[in-house]
């Protein structure tokens, strides 16, 4: 094996490392939120290979999701562990989960990758999400996939605060948040990675499934912070 080959599957060693003592920290702070990042990693790594992704990078993605709820950790158990919907107060609290874990990342030797995908998961495609109000292809492709994966996962989980919905409403659900919440591609891809027969429920407004390169590394996360103001989200749950 070449020496740059060496390299390479050191680092990924590393990073399998950092990432995993993370989630593990995620599983010690509450088990909901760590059982939710497993659920979401395998979602994510299916629909990465729909999207025609390479078996690194849907790695990367998987990893990502396994720690995308990592800023969790940072809230007080009157919040994380609610049995009631969220005040105001506790949704703007709640609400800096994004940034809180991307700032955790920051201080490990990570690729910027892992970074932006957390921090922008709860971006919404038209706009409207936060922590940046970024939109459409402003939002990194990893953090649109992982926005799509971490609502199905949600809606199908019950929580104290909300019933869980069937495998068929929430799949609807998605449909229709396809264009404003979600990147529609992304949308058609995932309901075809968990179902090939998908298009008897997936509307002809919907663009074709289309193979999408994979991720490329953009600047750390942490650089992008600073002049955009947070607006207003769109919520489903308190996930």
């Known amino acids: 094996m070449a020496a740059l080959d060496v390299t390479v599957y050191a680092d990924q060693r590393d990073t399998d490392r950092i990432i995993h003592d993370l989630a593990e920290s995620i599983q010690k702070r509450d088990v909901l939120t760590y059982e939710h990042c497993q659920r979401v990693a395998g979602y994510a790594a299916r629909l990465a290979r729909r999207m025609g992704w390479d078996h690194q990078s849907a790695h990367q993605l998987e990893l990502a999701a396994l720690v995308h709820d ?4 940072w809230l007080g158990n009157d919040i994380l562990l609610k049995e ?8 703007v609290l709640m609400e800096r989960h994004p940034l809180v874990g991307a700032q955790m990342l920051v201080g490990y030797d990570l690729d910027s990758f892992f970074i932006e995908t957390v921090l922008y998961h709860h971006e919404a495609y038209d706009g409207s999400g936060y922590p940046m109000g970024l939109r459409g292809e402003e939002i990194p492709i990893g953090a649109r996939m992982l926005t799509v994966v971490d609502v199905y996962d949600a809606l199908l989980s019950a929580r104290p605060y909300k019933a869980a919905l069937s495998a068929e409403d929430v799949r609807r659900y998605l ?3 396809a264009g404003r919440r979600f990147d529609p591609r992304i949308v058609t891809a995932f309901l075809h990675a968990l179902d090939p027969e998908a298009d008897r429920i ?3 407004r919907l663009p074709a499934v289309a193979k999408m390169a994979p991720f490329q590394v953009a600047s750390a996360a942490s650089t992008a912070v600073g002049n955009r103001r947070p607006s207003g989200p769109i919520l489903v749950g308190q996930s």
């Open 175 to 177: 449909l229709a948040e």
């Open 202 to 204: 997936i509307t002809r």
């Open 70 to 73: 990592l800023g969790k950790t």
């Open 84 to 91: 009631s919907g969220l005040s105001h107060e506790e949704r």
